[in-house]
């Protein structure tokens, strides 16, 4: 009897060792900030366990196995994080704070009104060689070209003063330079600056690993649907530009644990008239993209997205104008007909795009991403023909 209780005793007091959890623990936060990083997304590679940071930054992953990894930290706005690790049975190792870093160059309120902070008119075609917004919403490590691009803005600064043409710009690994006008259009993107705002960017020739890049430079934009954080973001402004108010919503599931990712996000700008008289705003946007991870080395991505836009725009004048309307906003573009205000000059314009893309990863450092993708470039304006006379 007394030989019974003392296995019995001996049982209970070993179970709890088996009971034990391995695995890994921590807290993300901003590398400049300090603050907490949540919805991240933090994975084991080797074995394809993954959680998500809570509010306050922190996870812990308990069912792993014992031995060597790579955890792996992805989080929306920041360079992707990876720490080896060396797992021991019955221990969760606590790694204290990640510290990543941010992949853009502006403060959170800067990039989120980056896409109203600029006149729309020089971000159309008539924007001639105005260099690559990615001087602002790129990341790099380059002092003097964070410091220069951000206080001169992208109108107003260009790398070494070359032509934008110069600056290669790349969605998911494939070059989007216009192959007529040689350079990349960022108005096609419809103003949805948070659909677009994970780009990775380097200097003049600098290595890249999704391009050869160029002089200017080079700049690739990520919308892999399993690299958003999982949530959703909406705002409503109002400005007095050239459109005066934005609504714009976003949705992201997150990678799930069958495989799947999808991002949705949607923007409407509309003026009736913009503070020049005779302009008018109207443009919609939308974006979409779906991911499928089959393994940790297998993924298949598709993303989509068009903005059609129509605007009303105004044109200089002679000074003589100015003096006698007594108004420095003049615009000889538009008058009464029948009754109503017209407008003689109104840009349309549509740029319908599909990107697919195939990752593979065959073995550890190596990946190849294999990419197609579609575009319709559509542009046109109207103008008066002065009834085939020379315009006054």
Known sequence: ??????????????LPSFAQSTGVAGTVVDNNTGAPVAGANVM?????????????????????????????IVAYGYNDLTVDIDMTRGKIIDLGDLKMLSSNLNNVFYEDQNDMFFDQALLEDEEGSAQSIAALTGASDDV?????????????FRVRGY??????????G???????????????????????RDKTTSLGLGAANFGFGNIGGATDINTRAAHYAPGFNGSVAYTNSNYMLRAMAMYSTGLNKNGWAFTISAIERYAKEG????????????FASLEKVFNEKHSLNLTVWGAPTQRATNSATYEEAYSL????????????QDGK?????????FDPTAVLNWIWKPDKGTTLNTGAAFRAVNYSTSALNWYNAADP
Request: net charge positive.
């Open 144 to 156: 003097y070209y964070n410091a220069a691009s951000y206080n001169f803005q992208p109108m107003r």
């Open 275 to 286: 503070v020049i008289e005779g302009t008018f705003y109207n443009s919609f946007g939308l």
């Open 325 to 336: 309307t007594d108004n420095n906003l003049y615009n000889p573009n538009w008058g009464w």
């Open 44 to 72: 084991l590679d080797k074995q394809g366990i993954y959680v998500t940071t809570g509010p306050s930054g922190d996870f812990s992953i308990s069912n792993a196995k014992p031995g060597e990894d790579l955890l792996v």
């Open 1 to 14: 009897m007394r030989l019974k209780l003392f296995l019995l005793l001996l049982m209970a007091a070993t």
């Open 174 to 196: 494939i070059n989007f330079n216009d192959l007529a006008r040689g350079r990349f259009n960022y108005s096609t993107l419809g103003g949805m600056s948070r659909a677009f």
């Open 341 to 349: 205000k017209r407008s003689a000059k109104i840009v349309e314009t």
């Open 163 to 172: 032509d934008s043409k110069f600056t290669e710009t790349y969605v998911n």
